[in-house]
């Protein structure tokens, strides 16, 4: 596939350059019964593998590589890919705030590849955190329609998350509306919701979550990831 990064790119070598003591690598496999993003599935309701690399540094910058098995293409497996750059740091004791940038890249459909820009503010108080999040893709080849015409792409998250203090487990909620070229409605915008718990353990993380859209069919998801 011949596509170029461009900014994000240019981040992702910035990173990549920086002193390695100063950087902490992970790395992180994961297996899905249904890959949801957003509210719908991407995988046709089958388990999907994912493979998660990140880059960070200790002055708040970020990289990551991420992919994912999706539904095919004919006879033919599809793969999603996600290269993000970003910058992360602590606004005040309780809030901090991220911005990044991501490149979705399709090898089976290079046509279908697009950048989106994203911000999230995120308030932490004890075992409690809440995060509002913006995600905005403008037009480009990989958001046009069925009618060849280029469209933007808006999407606005509020999560929430709850440590139990008995217990290695985090409870999950999370509610999104999306407008635009991926909303996958005739009218009024796209809304998806999660809820959910993931269980901590040492070198691995096991949840499940019950999530769903107004443009798509409900269901309940396990996810298994291994700390590599």
């Not at 279908?112 to 999040?133: I, K, Q």
């Amino acid at each position: 596939m011949r596509q170029r990064l461009g900014p994000v790119a240019g981040l992702l070598a910035l990173a990549a350059a920086a002193p390695v003591q100063a950087a902490d690598v992970s790395a992180e496999l994961g297996l899905v019964s249904d890959y949801r993003f957003r509210g719908l599935s991407l995988s046709d309701g089958k388990p999907a593998l994912q493979l998660d690399i990140m880059l960070e540094h200790d002055n708040g910058a970020y990289a990551e590589l991420w992919a994912s098995s999706i539904g095919e293409a004919g006879a033919h497996p599809m793969l999603e890919l996600e290269a993000a750059a970003g910058y992360s740091l602590d606004v005040t004791k309780h809030v901090s705030l991220d911005v990044a940038g991501t490149y979705y890249i399709y090898p089976g459909d290079p046509d279908a590849n697009y950048g989106e820009l994203a911000a999230t503010l995120e308030f932490a108080h004890g075992a409690s955190t809440l995060a509002l999040g913006a995600a905005f893709a403008p037009a480009q080849q990989g958001t046009r329609s069925a009618f060849g015409e280029a469209e933007q792409n808006l999407y606005l998250s509020a999560t929430a998350s709850r440590e139990l203090t008995n217990a290695p487990v985090i409870l999950n909620l999370s509610l999104g509306y999306e407008r635009g070229a991926f909303d996958e409605t005739s009218d009024g915008g796209k809304w998806d919701w999660s809820a959910g718990a993931d269980l901590a353990l040492d070198h691995a993380r096991i949840g499940l979550s019950y999530c769903g859209s107004n443009a798509g069919d409900d269901a309940l998801v396990a996810a298994l990831h291994l700390m590599l």
